[in-house]
């Protein structure tokens, strides 16, 4: 648009279509071949950092991570990267050589003005000052650039709620299973199995007092999935002493908050689980312990973020096994549990010989914490890439927006119109955009955080589904402060249009 003189000059002097088109073609397609270049680094060096570590909370990983290079994918995006910049530089060079040398040595002319459905509704047009009119009015009259800079604006806003939604998902992991549903302090398992009685002496032995809840567990690790898969993943087949005082410790609900309740016709399972086989309640789970083999129906889907679970009513687990139950697993609250007196319960539970581990849930808690910080530079990235694409977008259309409308700038200068006036009326338009884009912004970027999401997820973790709504406001606010960054930059633009250049003849 800038150069249609230089077109047309070019065209007139006998230069082909194709060699005109060319110069413009080879300077997008530049750009797009090291673009392309770059972020595919960035991809494959920076993500994959950010995934290792939410993963490490799991898995013990060394601390260097491997970089694979995947030729066909970066095939993928070049072409993707190549077909977007040069197809609309091809379209674009196509539609101005359509036209005459003399047509592109004169100024484009500008769109016409149109009735716009607004003004039908007079209950609601009439109530605008003039200015809002016309900037209404300019939106719907350059439907190109309108729809330019939406898209663009709502694939910025749409990788921010990504960033952001990322974040929320893996930290949730954290605040949801160690927070809402395990509300012990400990977590005490024993090298074998023991009776009721057994287990209850080796805990009153060590309460000092300070033992409020607890409950005796007997936790063993099986292979399970659906009736006839022929995949199976690993389950912890869990069952309790006393399912209330349970309930106290280990909250099962469901991804609405309601409780649910063991029953001795079946088993809960978790909801990674059951979206892992497609199972739901009245399903059958397919359970394999060394020889044994169980088929126990499905009563109810918790919510759970760590490790796969079906939960067992002790009554429920002796008649499906056949066993009388035993006891593995302690599970209890301390009542005034400091970080300064874990290392004195950790000792005292530690001197039975017969316990092997104890795990103190505000450890857990922290050692993820700190090992999804990383996240943080995931998060930052993304941001950075939404306002590089904000500025580009915004940049270049509002350049081509004052280029276009120089007489009519020039116009309003002429008539009176201050520099606040001219900027007010200029962006006005792109504030409107930018809101728009926005909101478009947010739907979109739900559907790419979901896709993103559940691609990430591995067998044994379930990310939180969720976006925190601090998270859609920080999308909004980020994306007009990125727009109203392009205004104050753009304001010399429109302070330097030359009043009498402007208005002279084109002839």
Not at 100 to 110: F, I, N, V
Not at 413 to 423: P, S
């Amino acid at each position: 648009d800038e150069q249609r003189t230089q077109i047309g000059t070019l065209k007139a002097l006998g230069y082909s279509d194709g060699a005109i088109a060319w110069k413009y073609i080879s300077y997008s397609g530049s750009a797009a071949l090291l673009g392309a270049i770059f972020g595919f680094m960035l991809g494959t060096w920076v993500f994959p950092q950010g995934i290792w570590q939410g993963y490490s909370m799991l898995y013990q990983f060394s601390s260097r991570l491997r970089y694979y290079f995947d030729p066909v994918m970066a095939a993928v995006s070049l072409a993707a990267s190549l077909v977007c910049s040069v197809g609309a530089t091809w379209f674009a060079c196509h539609a101005e050589l359509q036209l005459l040398p003399a047509s592109l040595m004169r100024p484009k002319a500008p769109k016409p003005g149109k009735r716009i459905l607004l003004e039908r509704w007079l209950w609601l047009w009439k109530r605008f000052n003039f200015t809002t009119k016309v900037t209404v009015r300019n939106l719907i009259r350059y439907k190109k650039r309108f729809w330019m800079s939406v898209i663009g604006l709502a694939g910025s806003c749409a990788l921010l709620l990504t960033g952001f939604g990322v974040s929320d998902s893996i930290y949730g992991i954290a605040e949801k299973q160690f927070g809402e549903i395990w509300r012990m302090d400990v977590q005490a398992y024993t090298y074998d199995a023991m009776p009721l009685e057994s287990i209850q002496q080796l805990m009153q032995a060590q309460d000092d007092g300070s033992i409020g809840d607890i409950a005796y567990c007997y936790d063993k690790t099986v292979k399970g999935g659906a009736s006839g898969a022929d995949e199976q993943v690993e389950i912890h087949m869990f069952s309790m002493h006393d399912p209330t005082t349970f309930e106290r410790l280990v909250r099962l609900h469901d991804r609405y908050g309601n409780p649910i309740p063991l029953s001795g016709d079946g088993v809960v399972i978790t909801k990674k689980l059951a979206e892992k086989f497609s199972l739901s309640v009245g399903d059958t789970l397919h359970l394999v312990s060394g020889s044994d083999e169980y088929d126990v129906p499905i009563t109810g889907v918790a919510e759970n973020y760590v490790y796969h679970y079906a939960y067992f009513a002790p009554d429920y687990y002796e008649k499906i096994t056949g066993e009388s139950l035993l006891y593995n697993t302690v599970m209890a609250k301390i009542d005034g549990l400091e970080e300064e007196n874990e290392a004195y319960w950790a000792q005292k539970l530690l001197s039975d010989k017969r316990v092997y581990t104890v795990m103190f849930l505000s450890d857990m808690y922290g050692s993820i914490w700190d090992s999804l910080s990383v996240l943080n530079y995931v998060v930052g990235i993304l941001i950075l890439s939404a306002a590089a694409l904000s500025f580009v977008v915004m940049l270049n259309l509002t350049n081509i927006n004052i280029t276009e409308r120089r007489r009519e700038l020039a116009t309003l200068q002429v008539l009176g119109f201050t520099d606040r006036e001219m900027y007010e009326y200029v962006f006005r338009e792109n504030n409107a955009l930018t809101v728009i884009g926005s909101l478009m912004g947010l739907l979109l970027g739900r559907v790419l955080h979901q896709f993103v999401i559940i691609t990430c997820e591995v067998d044994m973790v379930m990310f939180v589904r969720d976006i925190k709504p601090l998270s859609y406001v920080y999308s909004i606010v980020l994306s007009v402060v990125f727009s109203q960054i392009v205004n104050l930059m753009m304001r010399k633009k429109v302070r330097s249009i030359d009043m009498v250049e402007s208005l002279k003849s084109a002839e």
